[in-house]
């Protein structure tokens, strides 16, 4: 079986390659807590799930959060069993699970639950699985959870939206919105450094005819069609270069100065196309500062990562 490692909201997983990430819809904050939820769906179903909720103050019992969980599952499933339940551990954190069946549905499911003290987080992985293959699916479900980083150390993370990967700074970056569109996938990051904004625009063949009429389209299509533009956003000339073995990318600066207050806002625009995707894609790099040798240098690197990737 292959494999593929995705990353989201800063927890890599390592899944089975035919499985594809799944989210779901905002809701409307209630408290100042972070929350995160993600998912994987393979041809036929949803196969796991993952959400998370920052820990503001004191941690919670793991053992009081899985008995919550538990009595939610008896309140919607009457015939709920509980099969086994104990203690593992999680990348080093030890965790609480329950392996549970639903007789009549034929369905058994594995919930497990537990705290990172690296990322200060609360973390529910859950699974569900038809009793008929549980030899092989229960066995898959254990490994893919054994091997979940919710607090990965390297330099740069994953972000693994659909059709669009974008690697950053790990430290502190947080994602601060998103849109998943047919046709367009948009993230937005915030860091220490710098402020990014990504885009995946499909169909490229009905935008452009070939990768140097790209600029031109992207300065009259832009306005009106990506979502998170900042309103002094407006790119000027593009510069033609080459990544990669021949990937042609555009590059355009804006400076803007503004003299009450006297401030600097830097806005650096990438643009490229995969013609094996038909996908176009754009980042947009925002500073609020002048660019230091070291923001140069993370910005190369995260446009390279980004062309190889996409």
Request: charged residues 30%; proline residues 5%; contains cysteine.
């Amino acid at each position: 079986m292959k494999y593929q490692t995705l990353g989201w909201q800063h927890i890599l997983i390592k899944v089975p390659s035919d499985w594809h990430l799944v989210f779901e819809k905002e809701k409307p904050k209630k408290t100042e807590k972070k929350t995160g939820y993600f998912g994987f769906h393979d041809s036929k179903a949803k196969r796991l799930e993952l959400s998370w909720a920052e820990i503001l103050k004191k941690a919670p019992e793991i053992k009081s959060v899985l008995e919550d969980y538990r009595k939610s599952l008896k309140k919607s499933y009457k015939k709920l069993k509980i099969r086994t339940e104990g203690t593992r551990e999680v990348n080093g954190h030890k965790a609480r699970y329950l392996y549970w069946e639903l007789e009549n549905e034929k369905i058994q499911g594995y919930t497990i639950v537990w705290i990172c003290t690296q990322s200060y987080r609360l973390v529910i992985c859950t699974s569900q699985f038809s009793i008929e293959k549980k030899s092989t699916e229960k066995p898959l479900i254990m490994e893919i959870i054994s091997q979940i980083d919710c607090h990965p150390d390297e330099a740069f993370l994953i972000w693994s939206a659909p059709n669009l990967e974008i690697q950053s700074p790990s430290s502190k970056t947080e994602l601060i919105k998103k849109d998943f569109l047919i046709g367009l996938t948009f993230i937005h990051l915030r860091g220490e450094d710098l402020d990014l904004r990504a885009y995946r625009i499909g169909l490229a063949d009905q935008k452009v005819e070939n990768p140097d009429e790209i600029p031109k389209w992207y300065k009259e299509y832009f306005k009106e069609n990506l979502p998170g533009i900042p309103s002094k956003y407006t790119p000027s000339e593009f510069e033609k270069l080459i990544y990669q073995q021949k990937r042609i990318t555009w590059k355009s600066i804006q400076r803007i100065e503004k003299k009450f207050p006297k401030s600097l806002t830097y806005f650096e625009t990438f643009l490229w196309s995969n013609l094996n995707k038909n996908d176009i894609y754009c980042i947009i790099f925002a500073m609020k500062k002048p660019l230091t040798t070291k923001t140069r240098k993370l910005i190369e690197t995260i446009i390279k990562l980004a062309i190889r990737a996409n």
